[in-house]
Structures are given as C-alpha cells and as structure tokens.
C-alpha cells in the first residue's frame, strides 16, 4: 500500500552520536592525540609533586623545575612507549586456560620496556639537568651497590607502571567490546520492534482501506457530507502515519488521536451499531506508550462485538494512572472469549504481536490481560511504566553519548 | 431474460453500494436485499434468485451457514462478496 508508505529515512536505524554526546574512549585524530597527551601530562604533573614533596621534607634540595622535568619525562617516555604495549594488549589475549603464557610474555615485555625506558629517562635526565636521580637511602651504598639497587628499583616501578598501562588498555578494550555488543544488540531489538509494527500497519492498512473506500463510494451517493467527512478523516489518519514515521512508542496524546480517526471512521462504517466511549485522563496524554499498540485490541472488539452481533456493541476505552504505572483499559460488551479462547484461536493470535511488543519494549515491568467480564464482554488491560517525553529508551536513542 | 438477484450484508452501507452497483447493469433484476442470513434464507426460499451476493460475516448465521441451508432443489448460484 503505497498509499500508507512511511517515511524512509534512511538514519533511522544507524547509531547517531548526539550533539554534545562525547565518549572520550571513541575520540579520533587530533582529539585523541589531545586527549591522550593530556594524560600523560597528569600523570607526569603528580609524579613532579610526589618527587617534590617526598624530597623537600627537611630542606628544599630540589626545585619544582626539576620535579617537574622528571616526572614528565618519565611519563612522557611512557606515553612514547605505549604503543608497543597496545600492540601487545592486542595481540596477546588471555584465555580461561591459558593465562600462564600470555602473563609471561608480558612479564617479559615489561621488564624489556622498562628497561628501554629506564636507559631514556636517564639519556634524558641527563641531557636536560645533568643529574641523574638517586634516593638518599640509595647514596648510602657503596657504587656497585648502588647501581644494582637503583636499577632494582626503578625497574620494579618501571613493571608497575607497564602493568598499570596495559590494565587500563584492556579496561578500554574490554569497554569498547562491550558497548559494541550493546550497540548491536539494541539495533537488533530495534530491528525486530521496527518489523514488527511494520506488520502491524501492513495488516491494518489495505483492509481498513478496503473497507473505508467501500463506504465513502456508498455515502457520496447518499450523505455526500459524510462522505466528506470520512474522506477528511482519513487523510488526516495517512498524515500522522507520515508524522509518526518509523517511532516505536508515540504520546498516547498521538495514538489516541489516530484511534479516534479509525473508530470514527468505524462508527460511520457501521451507522447505529457502534458506540463508543472515551475516558482519557488528562495527565497521562504526554505519556509514552507503543505506537499502534490500542490498534489490533479496538479492532477486535469491532470484529467480535460489532460484526458478530445484530445489536452492535459498546466500545470503552480509558486511561489512568495508579502506582505509578500507565493503565489502558478496552472494553466491549460482546459476547466475551467463550470458553475455548487461548492463544491460538483468531483473537489470540491477534494479540501476540501486542504482548511481544509489549514484552521487548518493557520486560517485567509490564502486564497484559484479557478476560471476560462479569456482565459479559471481553476486556483487556495494559499497564506499562510512566514514561515523560524526554525519557530515557523513549526513542530508543538512549546509547549515545557518556563520559 | 433478467438474471433476478439478491443482496446479502449486515452491513448497511456495504450492502447499498452493491445493489447500487449491480442496479445500474442491464440484465439484472434486484429483486432484495437482506441484512442477516436468516432473512437471505427465507427470501432464497420465498423468491428464488438466480444469484445471490452474500456476506461471509454476519451475526448469528454466517455466509456458510446460508449455503448449507440452502434446500437442494433450489438451483441458486451464490457468490461470496469478501472483503478481507
């Protein structure tokens, strides 16, 4: 029915990064040389106050231009040498049963790392203050002593240092799977909400169209107005479709708007035969709900109240909320389930779109019911979480844009 | 000869715009048009159309009923009139 086509925008289903929305770990080019140099400059900075007040206690033995110019070397050759350890974060990966290799060739890659960095920062050290730092406690060996020691103990920090920069690498890798994984899996459920009302207006369409056209031809030879009047509410009905688009939960102040066009529509269609009542409390029209979700339930009670019944039948329908949650409630007084009804008669499967949608979009946090009434009748009642415009997952947009 | 027909659907509009449709042809003679399939049953019975459009859905006796209760001597063709 190319006469309902929605809106084929072709973003839609793409991730889309939200204007302000910065994930740090995403950052590309000249932003994440920024970023990253912005890092190592830190750690440089609080290794200069370490170096500056663990020195200074008694006198001032150093000044904060040397501090400073240790520390940020020593990290700056970290951050040079870094790389090389994200290369090996992502070429080694640990497995349930072997982590004894992986652990060793890091071990290995640390001590060589260090090593490496250890003879720059004292090429640099060197070059730049002509001192080479050595602790006092470290002074009151002998030479040969105090080389051992000193090399003992900065290659110590240098492993420390080596591990704490591969940990975080893999806190970022891991990261990074994970919101991919999630990006993924979101899409996919997108995917299958998507499809679903897809079917859902496939089925609505060609045979409420059918059905209209059937009528406006019979009225523009009897009540030329009405037939006016069905014709107006139907564009208006094709113009929200095309307002809606592909949305997955609209203001229930949207959905109510179409269902009344369809039951109006309906109401025309079957003259006397169908009444219906309305009871929409005003609070809960910015509320979210699926978008087509009273459809396939008002359409029932039309099939099985109306056209199964000389008299016709009473339509009611109505909105509330209690505890918190949003509660549409449809009714008919036609003649109920009977008592054979389950989930694979006409009427069940129906609904199990409703209640799969209802499921994907809200979990446990949802319940959906249909049962005859005590004075006959069939109702159905659906209650989902109060969600405002603006609320998180309400467009399903809610991925984008942390840290 | 006319072909004599008869219209059946509960619903209204429906119904009119068939028998307005079928008016305007040359060779056809309405001579009914029922809202249930009981009155289609008796006016079957009582007037013998030739042809008879029927309504699947209707309260009480659907479309299929009315032809299993059509009695065998009456030579009525009857064709569905479905709309989905």
Redesign the interface.
């Known amino acids: 029915m190319s006469l309902f086509a929605n809106k084929t925008d072709k973003a839609v289903n793409e991730p889309v990064d939200l204007p302000g929305g910065i994930d740090l770990l995403n950052l590309t080019g000249n932003s994440k040389r920024l970023a990253l140099f912005l890092i190592w400059t830190l750690l440089g900075l609080s290794e200069a106050i370490r170096l500056y007040y663990r020195y200074n206690i008694v006198q001032d033995i150093y000044t904060w231009g040397q501090t400073l110019y240790w520390g940020l070397a020593a990290w700056y050759l970290w951050g040079l040498l870094s790389p090389v350890i994200a290369f090996l974060v992502r070429r080694i990966t640990f497995g349930k049963s072997n982590w004894v290799r992986p652990v060793l060739i890091h071990l290995a890659a640390a001590l060589s790392l260090s090593l490496v960095q250890l003879i720059l920062d004292a090429c640099v050290v060197h070059f730049g203050t002509q001192y080479i730092f050595v602790t006092e406690e470290l002074l009151d060996q002998k030479l040969l002593d105090l080389i051992a020691a000193y090399l003992r103990f900065m290659l110590q920090r240098g492993v420390l240092s080596y591990f704490m920069i591969a940990l975080v690498i893999y806190m970022v890798q891991y990261y990074r799977q994970f919101r991919a994984e999630e990006r993924r899996r979101s899409a996919v459920e997108k995917d299958l909400l998507t499809s679903q009302l897809e079917t859902l207006r496939g089925q609505l369409q060609?045979?409420f169209l059918?059905?209209t056209l059937?009528?406006v031809?019979?009225?523009i030879?009897?009540d030329p107005d009405l037939a006016d009047q069905v014709i107006t509410k139907l564009s208006e009905m094709l113009r929200l479709t095309l307002d809606t688009g592909k949305a997955i939960e609209v203001p229930l102040r949207e959905e109510m708007e179409f269902i009344d066009l369809y039951l109006d529509i309906n109401e025309i269609?079957?003259?006397e035969r169908l009444q219906v009542t309305r009871e929409i409390h005003p609070e809960t029209l910015d509320l979210f709900v699926p978008t087509l979700i009273t459809q396939p339930i008002v359409e029932n009670s039309i099939k099985h109240g109306v056209?199964?019944?000389?008299e016709g039948a009473k339509i009611a329908i109505s909105s509330t909320i209690k505890d918190k949650q949003l509660v549409l409630r449809i009714s008919d007084d036609g003649p109920g389930l009977g008592s054979d009804y389950d989930e694979s008669t006409p009427v069940g499967i129906g609904l199990k779109n409703t209640r799969a949608r209802l499921e994907q979009l809200y979990g446990d946090e949802h319940s959906f019911s249909i049962s005859d009434m005590d004075g006959g009748g069939v109702e159905v009642v659906i209650v989902i979480p109060v969600r405002h415009a603006g609320s998180p997952t309400a467009d399903g947009d809610d991925d984008e844009g942390e840290l | 000869m006319k072909m004599k027909v008869l219209v059946v659907d509960?619903?209204?509009?429906?119904r009119?715009?068939l028998c307005?449709m079928l008016d305007s042809e040359d060779g056809v003679d309405m001579i009914g048009e029922c809202?249930?399939g009981q009155a289609a049953l008796e006016a079957i019975i009582q007037r013998s159309p030739n042809i008879v459009f029927l309504d699947v859905?209707?309260?009480?006796i659907d479309g299929f009923e009315v032809i299993r209760s059509i009695p065998e001597k009456k030579t009525t063709g009857c064709g569905f009139c479905y709309?989905?």
């Open positions: 060609p045979h059918f059905n059937n009528t031809a019979e009225l030879h009897a269609r079957f003259e056209s199964s019944r000389v | 509960d619903e209204r509009l429906a009119r715009r307005r809202a249930s859905q209707m309260p009480q709309g989905f």
